[in-house]
Nanobody, 126 residues
Framework: QVQMVESGGGLVQAGGSLRLSCASS????????MGWIRQAPGQERKFVAS????????FYANSVKGRFTISRDNAKNTVYLQMNSLKPEDTAIYYC???????????????????WGQGTQVTVSS
């Protein structure tokens, strides 16, 4: 079973930055798109960002577009989420997610992911 371990979460003031990392145990990591989803307190999980297997294509939720950047390093089986200009509404548990899509498709919603990690807490204070 694929394991994904997120790190890099924490407490930051509004306007600050954090960089999340996700290390995957998947031996076929470089064959799949990856992404990030988040769940705020009392809310359902929501799509945040995704990246193609090669890193050449990315997709973002409107709420984070222009502030967050997803990237990956296939040599390290790791995907990253650089979060800038953080807002209190970005407070959530952030989960690394493994695409359930085949081929070169890039996930664009929650249903496109097949598994995710344990999550890392991000708290943005006002």
């Amino acid at each position: 079973q694929v394991q994904m371990v997120e790190s890099g979460g924490g407490l930051v003031q509004a306007g600050g930055s954090l960089r999340l990392s996700c290390a995957s145990s998947d031996r076929t990591f470089s064959n799949y798109a990856m992404g990030w989803i988040r769940q705020a307190p009392g809310q359902e999980r929501k799509f945040v960002a995704s990246i193609s297997w090669s890193g050449g294509s990315t997709f973002y939720a409107n709420s984070v577009k222009g502030r967050f950047t997803i990237s990956r390093d296939n040599a390290k089986n790791t995907v990253y989420l650089q979060m800038n200009s953080l807002k209190p509404e970005d407070t959530a548990i952030y989960y690394c997610a493994h695409s359930a899509l085949i081929g070169k498709l890039v996930p664009k919603s929650l249903v496109d992911f097949g598994s995710w990690g344990q999550g890392t807490q991000v708290t943005v204070s006002s």
